[in-house]
T-cell receptor
Framework: GAVVSQHPSWVICKSGTSVKIECRSL??????MFWYRQFPKQSLMLMATSNEGSKATYEQGVEKDKFLINHASLTLSTLTVTSAHPEDSSFYIC??????????????FGPGTRLLVL | GQQLNQSPQSMFIQEGEDVSMNCTSS?????WLWYKQDPGEGPVLLIALYKAGELTSNGRLTAQFGITRKDSFLNISASIPSDVGIYFCAGKVNSGGYQKVTFGTGTKLQVIP
């Protein structure tokens, strides 16, 4: 297997502040990382695909100016929720793709970050 | 966009019973994946299926890639309390040069000791 970590595991912030979430691949280099959002009792919704050294690709309906993604190195991607509001409260999960054959599933998930905006 | 419908949404079973859940889609996928998610954690991959008709086992878990490539099922035999969690199916398809994963709606499993 492979290990992906997220930091922080949970965060509470005031409305209007910005929050940065880190996703790290600990034992492999990941050229591609993904950011998902999960509301209570719901499925994971892909927000964006983060490629090292280039701009992230956002899914339809996800505001790129609201959710800033930076993938500055092969082991770190960050998601910044800017000017957070209560409706941004959610469970944010990242995943990292371990290089290998495209035919084999190589995506590993982090433990998630729970964000609560007051 | 693509939608994956999972059923049942939730189930309560007695320890030792077998469990079956399935996932259906309106469109074709190249790969089917089954994940388990514990509360407050990220999903963990259980089984990956790469060919239509493929039947794959991982311990007490067995999953199949439907012939039509629009469905998949997961069976858990002789359930134990630690099987409790939410099971997600996911389909993967090539999209714009990279592979995009769509998750199902999830099946919440409760095991009664």
């Amino acid at each position: 297997g492979a290990v992906v970590s997220q930091h922080p595991s949970w965060v509470i912030c005031k409305s209007g502040t910005s929050v940065k979430i880190e996703c790290r691949s600990l034992d492999f280099q990941a050229t591609t990382m993904f950011w998902y959002r999960q509301f209570p009792k719901q499925s994971l919704m892909l927000m964006a695909t983060s490629n090292e050294g280039s701009k992230a690709t956002y899914e339809q309906g996800v505001e790129k100016d609201k959710f800033l993604i930076n993938h500055a190195s092969l082991t770190l991607s960050t998601l910044t929720v800017t000017s957070a509001h209560p409706e941004d409260s959610s469970f944010y999960i990242c995943s990292a793709r371990k290089p290998g054959t495209r035919l084999v599933e190589t995506q590993y998930f982090g433990p998630g970050t729970r964000l609560l905006v007051l | 966009g693509q939608q994956l419908n999972q059923s049942p949404q939730s189930m309560f079973i007695q320890e030792g019973e077998d469990v079956s859940m399935n996932c259906t889609s309106s469109s074709i996928f190249n790969t089917w994946l089954w994940y388990k998610q514990d509360p407050g954690e990220g999903p963990v991959l259980l089984i990956a299926l790469y060919k239509a008709g493929e039947l794959t086992s991982n311990g007490r878990l067995t999953a199949q890639f439907g012939i039509t490539r629009k469905d998949s099922f997961l069976n858990i035999s002789a359930s134990i309390p630690s099987d409790v969690g939410i099971y997600f199916c996911a389909g993967k398809v090539n999209s714009g040069g990279y592979q995009k994963v769509t998750f199902g709606t999830g099946t919440k499993l409760q095991v009664i000791p």
